[in-house]
């Protein structure tokens, strides 16, 4: 069956919850052009940020031309390089574009950004490539011993959002997903304190419902001045 967070993992623009302005925006952008484009989606953890880069990279290119990676740093190793470099040279079947989605961009370091630069310049129209980060676009270009700021100045950045609003939305898409898992039992009230508890992570809200960990930090300050 696979965790929840997977099952219900957003595979279209209209299944994504939250992100309103985000998919707005992307919309927007892929009505002009798909590839031929670096993408940058910033975001706190489990706002939806390789969810959103996932379906990006699959509006131009079928799933086996869509590769991911967790960490910059495979991206170092001279036959990811050599393979990257080559296929991006190369229509793919079906849709006919290459997608490449790296994770944890935030972990970029001098050796990496150099030759991802390279690589932007000659970015052919029927390959994308999306960088994901926790981090917010700023903070990234601050340290002076990575100097990444060319790399950003390359891509398009969308930056995810995680606030009030966010979080309403996340409270009821994951009182809808425990309700159809049978899994529900508990007030609107809990899940929109569930959502506050996780910092807005879906994905580690769904795991507590999974888990049928429904016990909100008010509920624990409760039982603890009981103990007291």
């Known amino acids: 069956m696979g965790p929840l967070f997977e099952k219900y993992r957003p595979r ?12 707005k925006q992307i919309r927007a952008i892929l009505k002009r052009q798909w590839g031929g484009r670096a993408y940058w989606l910033a975001g706190e953890s489990g706002t939806g940020k390789t969810s959103l880069a996932r379906i990006i990279a699959h509006q131009g290119a079928e799933s086996f031309f869509v590769e991911e990676f967790d960490s910059p740093a495979a991206l170092m190793e001279a036959p990811v390089q050599k393979r990257i ?21 935030h972990g970029l370091r001098k050796p990496e950004i150099r030759w991802l630069l390279g690589l932007l310049e000659r970015i052919p129209s029927h390959v994308a490539v999306l960088f994901t980060t926790t981090r917010e676009s700023g903070q990234l270009w ?9 790399l950003l100045s390359r ?18 898409a994951a009182k809808r997903i425990a309700q ?4 529900d039992g508990a007030p609107a009230s809990a899940y929109q304190q569930l959502a506050k508890d996780c910092r807005g992570n879906f994905r580690m809200m769904l795991q507590r419902i999974e888990a049928r960990q429904m016990v909100t930090a008010k509920s624990n300050r409760k039982k603890s001045k009981k103990g007291s």
Request: hydrophobic share 45%; charged share 20%.
């Open 180 to 183: 159809a898992e049978g899994l």
């Open 85 to 105: 470099e080559t296929g991006m040279h190369l229509y793919a079947a079906g849709k006919g574009g290459r997608a490449f989605i790296i994770n944890e961009a």
């Open 12 to 23: 279209t623009f209209k299944d994504v919850v939250g992100q309103a302005e985000a998919v």
């Open 155 to 172: 891509c398009i950045c969308i930056d995810l959002a995680c606030n009030s609003r966010t979080l309403g939305a996340f409270a009821r």
């Open 142 to 150: 601050c340290d002076a011993q990575t100097d990444a700021a060319p």
